[in-house]
């Protein structure tokens, strides 16, 4: 299995500033023969589902802000909130999907310092 | 829109079957990946497996001998069955549906549906 591991854990951000969040997995998740890399990026508020923010690593679902943006190859990924809202507070998930079985991390929580 | 929406018990005893079915409104259940998603309280989620509208799955190994997902185009419903359940089982289940054009990935959500095993 391709293990995911996000970084850190939890992180608190000042609202209008930038929050990052890293994603790690244990192998790379480029697909040669398209270039793309089979990495999402989900956002879950309290009591809700997850839902999905970026796929392809850098392409944003329809609707998303773009405050949202993605990026990174192979094994290193990167989200980043460009400047924090309060809707924003949430546990972020990273997933791949190059291999089965489809994998998350383990999620990261940001709120508000 | 597609809504989707899990049911079933919520409370299920060591070494029993769980059953869960989840409802599709608001659109079709062909031509698109039905999913199910766990996750434990305070974790990240599991992908279980999915099932095409035309009946193939795909299963996570690590509960490929327990977890048999099933579809009922008539009533456009899905269902999961995992056996021999234990205490590690215990998590918010969701269903969900695979994007058609960058598949893997799941753009629907159901709300969940909490099922605790416990005697």
């Known amino acids: 299995d391709i293990v995911m591991t996000q970084s850190p854990d939890s992180l608190a951000v000042s609202l209008g500033e930038r929050a990052t969040i890293n994603c790690k997995s244990s192998q790379s998740v480029l697909n040669s023969s398209n270039n793309k890399n089979y990495l999402a990026w989900y956002q879950q508020k309290a009591g809700q589902p997850p839902k999905v923010l970026i796929y392809?690593?850098?392409t944003r679902e329809s609707g998303v802000p773009d405050r949202f943006s993605g990026s990174g190859s192979g094994t290193d990924f990167t989200l980043t909130i460009s400047s924090l809202q309060a809707e924003d507070v949430a546990v972020y998930f990273c997933q791949q999907y190059y291999n089965y079985p489809w994998t998350f991390g383990q999620g990261t929580k940001v709120e508000i310092k | 829109q597609v809504q989707l929406q899990e049911s079933g018990p919520g409370l299920v005893k060591p070494s029993e079957t769980l059953s869960l079915t989840c409802t599709v409104s608001?659109?079709?259940?062909?031509?698109?990946?039905w999913s199910w998603i766990r996750q434990p309280p305070g974790k990240g989620p599991e992908w279980i497996g999915y099932?095409?509208?035309?009946?193939?799955?795909k299963y996570n190994p690590s509960l490929n001998s327990r977890v048999t997902i099933s579809v009922d185009t008539s009533k456009i419903q899905f269902s999961l069955k995992v056996t021999s359940v234990t205490a590690a089982d215990t998590a918010v289940y969701y269903c969900?549906?695979?994007?058609?054009?960058?598949?893997?990935?799941?753009?629907?959500w159901g709300q969940g549906r909490m099922v605790t095993v416990s005697s």
């Open positions: 392809w690593a850098s």
């Open positions: 099932i095409y509208y035309s009946g193939s799955t």
């Open positions: 608001g659109g079709s259940i062909s031509s698109h990946y």
């Open positions: 969900a549906r695979g994007s058609s054009s960058h598949g893997g990935t799941f753009e629907i």
